[in-house]
């Protein structure tokens, strides 16, 4: 019988009934970074994990899909299940192709699970910089992850913190897959957007084969608002830094929710106005379809209609 672990103190739970987004999502719109959590009882969380989440099954997952007006998911896998992408893999496998799946893999994994990966759904690796959720990531290990994953056409998320990009874009650049950062690279919205470390971030993605989600404002904002009480203009902060890179990059430009909002300290979001975020960072149509439809299929299904 699996043991229950309660959650980390202080945990926040997502927002348990979204309003309805005033900003109508185009048809075909993929939500790119969510995850889901367990169930716990049903599939365990790690137990080297830095975390204990609350629940979110991908039953939740595909009510919100469906509540905010989105067609298709890319589920990440969380942390707190380390490398065992069970509960990602049937959330996958469950939408009835309507998701595709982020996977952790171990530099040991060998070419049939990676094979059984890719045919559930899986196409891409996620690999972890963020030094409060993971140990140390060995770059040895990484680059043997990445030659193994490269024939088959994934990609290789990156989650870093902005202050560490000068140690780690010459390793980013030698990596043989496209890569795509979460988060923008984590910006400090307190510095000017057009200061140097952010203009260090965009030579980057011009320079290498990068996507860019433009996404979790409510994780990189200082001084919000925050997406609660039908705030409409919410994260102001965060607002310059994502029009800049949709502007610079609008066709490698990508969306998601960030759904269940892992370790979020401060609050939880109506997911519903961050939807009604997106026009703020995507101002014009055709920005938005990009961001939210062609990017998206693009990467994840090309050659399928949305």
Same mark, same amino acid.
């Given at each position: ?11 926040? $739970?997502?927002? /348990? ?5 005033? @900003? ?6 993929? $939500? ?33 899909? !469906? ?16 490398? $065992?992408?069970?509960?990602? #893999? +049937? ?31 899986? *196409?891409?690796?996620? @690999?972890?910089? =963020? *030094?409060?959720?993971? !140990? ?5 290990? %990484? ?25 780690? &874009? ?8 496209? %890569? ?6 984590? /910006? !400090? ?19 290498? !084969?990068?996507?860019?989600? #433009? ?22 902060? =965060?607002?310059?830094?994502? *029009?800049?890179?949709?502007? &610079?990059?609008?066709?490698? #430009? %990508? ?22 975020? =997106? ?6 149509? &055709? ?6 439809? +062609? ?12």
């Amino acid at each position: 019988m699996t043991t229950v672990s309660a959650k980390t103190p202080g945990w926040l $739970d997502w927002y /348990p009934s979204p309003s309805k987004p005033a @900003f109508r999502l185009p048809p075909g719109t993929v $939500d790119v970074h969510c995850h889901v959590f367990g169930p716990q009882a049903r599939f365990p969380f790690a137990p080297e994990r830095k975390y204990t989440p609350c629940d979110a099954s991908r039953d939740q997952l595909f009510a919100l899909r !469906d509540h905010l007006g989105v067609a298709r998911n890319v589920i990440v896998q969380a942390t707190c299940h380390g490398a $065992d992408n069970s509960a990602m #893999v +049937d959330a996958v496998r469950a939408s009835g192709g309507r998701a595709r799946g982020v996977a952790t893999v171990r530099p040991d994994i060998g070419e049939r699970e990676l094979r059984e990966l890719d045919a559930a759904g899986v *196409r891409g690796v996620r @690999f972890n910089f =963020v *030094r409060r959720l993971v !140990d140390a990531s060995p770059k040895e290990d %990484l680059s043997t992850i990445a030659e193994k994953i490269a024939p088959l056409g994934w990609h290789i998320v990156l989650y870093f913190e902005s202050a560490d990009l000068p140690e780690l &874009e010459g390793f980013f650049g030698s990596l043989p897959a496209p %890569l795509v950062i979460d988060h923008m690279g984590r /910006p !400090d919205v307190t510095k000017p957007v057009e200061g140097p470390e952010f203009a260090r971030f965009l030579r980057f993605v011009e320079g290498n !084969d990068v996507w860019v989600k #433009v996404t979790c404002p409510e994780r990189l904002t200082v001084s919000g608002p925050p997406a609660l009480d039908g705030e409409r203009h919410a994260y102001t902060d =965060v607002v310059p830094f994502a *029009r800049r890179v949709v502007t &610079e990059f609008p066709d490698r #430009v %990508l969306w998601g929710t960030d759904w269940p909002h892992p370790n979020l300290k401060s609050h939880m979001p109506d997911d519903g106005l961050l939807v009604d975020h =997106v026009p703020q960072v995507a101002v014009t149509a &055709e920005q938005q379809h990009k961001l939210l439809v +062609d990017n998206p299929m693009r990467l994840y299904w090309p050659g399928e209609a949305a």
